[in-house]
């Protein structure tokens, strides 16, 4: 609820309903989860989930857990330190889901965690092509300056074609087994599997100007 770009983000009006509900539905909706947990300190948000049958809140998230340089390990540790010792319940497979981005498909998660346990991975990212190549990208070393630089570049590359496919972390979805998680303190690394999603996940409410771009985006498929 202490958001800055956006006071008490998750429950923030979108096409009708509180930004948390996207993600809550998506949850609801999955054929391959489980149980699913809800972590929050916003005691509205909390009541609001009790509409979904599937979504279990445990306990309201302490106040220290909730600061600007809290990360989302320290989140999921406290969550399955809470389910292991309160709980006895032992999780094989971790799944996050972050309510900011609001269009992602149950048939991109669903196939996400089907490909995860087909092959058999101990991590997935969920990323989206990016709306800009970054080898059309070029800055100057200082202001002023008669030359410039390319970002990311090579000589084999005339066309942009020749491009290498770029994608873009939008934090929509991540999958690891429990035992990297807790080895690793982190949900993916260098050695990850990429599960490109749809362009619309590029899609990470943050800030006003990216809540009116997705209410925009929502009027447009009314």
């Not at 990016?130 to 390319?150: I, K």
Request: net charge positive; proline share 5%.
């Amino acid at each position: 609820k202490g958001s800055k770009g956006i006071p008490h983000k998750n429950m923030v009006e979108l096409g009708g309903k509180p930004l948390i509900a996207y993600a809550l539905e998506l949850a609801q909706a999955s054929r391959r989860l489980d149980r699913v947990f809800l972590t929050t300190d916003m005691k509205d948000a909390v009541a609001f989930a009790h509409r979904y049958s599937r979504i279990e809140v445990p306990f309201l998230r302490p106040a220290h857990l909730c600061q600007d340089e809290t990360s989302q390990v320290d989140v999921v540790i406290h969550l399955l330190d809470f389910l292991q010792h309160e709980k006895g319940c032992h999780p094989d497979v971790i799944v996050l889901l972050q309510p900011t981005c609001p269009f992602q498909q149950v048939a991109e998660l669903d196939g996400a965690i089907a490909l995860f346990k087909k092959k058999k991975l101990r991590s997935l990212l969920g990323v989206a092509p990016v709306m800009h190549h970054p080898a059309d990208y070029l800055y100057r070393e200082s202001v002023g300056a008669n030359q410039f630089h390319w970002v990311m570049r090579s000589k084999k590359w005339r066309r942009r074609q020749d491009f290498p496919e770029v994608f873009f972390n939008t934090g929509a979805l991540y999958i690891c087994t429990l035992s990297y998680f807790l080895e690793h303190r982190r949900f993916y690394d260098e050695t990850s599997w990429l599960y490109s999603m749809s362009a619309r996940t590029l899609m990470d409410i943050d800030d006003p100007f990216t809540l009116q771009l997705a209410r925009g985006l929502l009027m447009a498929d009314r």
